[in-house]
């Protein structure tokens, strides 16, 4: 495999990564992924705050366990997402996608 093969493939798992923390918001429904990160962050904002302090503690260790860019990452979806973010997102996700074999 090329190193521009396993850098797209890299992308893909990143995405997976970042999908499925929220209970009510299916990982994979063709979102896209600023679509999806939106929509986790803001079904845990609707927590209770105990809640959502619980949940986005378990997040963001794993996550930054595992990758911690990914973890700032969700961290600033947390505090908020313009519309342009998501659709930078989403563009990205899509070039992502587009550039796979």
Partial sequence: MDRRCSQEHNSILLDVKLRGWMEG????NWQLQG?????QTR??????PEEFRAKLDEV????SNDNPMLA??????????SS????????NNIIDFSALP
């Fill in 25 to 28: 918001v299916p990982a994979f």
């Fill in 35 to 39: 679509n999806n990160l939106y929509e």
């Fill in 43 to 48: 079904t845990m904002l609707r927590l209770p």
């Fill in 60 to 63: 963001l260790g794993k996550l």
């Fill in 72 to 81: 700032l990452q969700y961290a600033n979806a947390v505090v908020g997402m």
């Fill in 84 to 91: 342009s973010d998501v659709a930078l997102a989403n563009v």
